[in-house]
């Protein structure tokens, strides 16, 4: 974990935030500028900025994000509606915050992608 990211700042307890999932590998907030009615990170506790450049250790964390994000989108009531599974990275991407995560975004049509 990063001293100074907040995602891993919130993993490790130092700023509140409400859980919704949380395993020894991952957890999912909700975004705090929600896209949609529902708008979930799912975020690793391993701190990895770019995939590119990842370990084999925060590459199978990023994996996990995405093995446990079906499950994420069902407890969130967004499996039957269906959702999207959006992944920034870079600059260029709009990323925000440089720790990898997944956005789950659902809750209504969500039209074409840009």
Known sequence: MSDDCIFCK?????IPS???FDDATAFAIRDINPKAPVHLLLIPYAHVEALADATDEQAA???HCFE???AVARQAGLAAGGYRIVVNQGPDSGQEVPHFHLHVLGGRPLGPMA
């Open 18 to 20: 409400e859980k919704l």
């Open 61 to 63: 964390a990023a994996a």
């Open 10 to 14: 919130i993993g490790r307890g130092d």
């Open 68 to 70: 446990v994000a079906p």
